[in-house]
């Protein structure tokens, strides 16, 4: 899969992870990586191969990575944080477990 992406229209799809990321110039895990991309930067992806994802920065930068480690955007622009929802889903298992022990409504 193959993309061209313009300047004006730029719109990232993928975001490093938190913790950063190396990077590579082709998708050679033989090869030492060449880069290290910092934590949370916007990319596209515009190459896959295998589980390796070319990528390019809003600066033009680009290079290769470990596609899996990825995050993938939300393609509204929206891009909600994600652990809201855990947080939320955590909440609402407490309360399940909470009430099926009986320690809700006084039962």
Request: net charge negative; charged share 25%; hydrophobic share 40%.
């Amino acid at each position: 899969m193959t993309e061209t992406v313009g300047r004006s229209g730029w719109t990232p799809t993928h975001r490093s992870p938190p913790e950063g990321m190396d990077a590579w110039e082709s998708p050679d895990p033989a090869v030492r990586s060449s880069d290290d991309l910092v934590g949370k930067v916007d990319l596209v992806v515009i190459e896959e191969a295998g589980v390796w994802a070319k990528v390019r920065g809003e600066n033009d930068w680009e290079g290769w990575v470990d596609g899996r480690l990825l995050e993938q955007l939300d393609p509204s622009g929206r891009n909600p944080d994600r652990r809201a929802y855990v947080l939320l889903g955590v909440a609402v298992a407490v309360l399940v477990v909470v009430a099926l022990l009986g320690l809700v409504g006084g039962s």
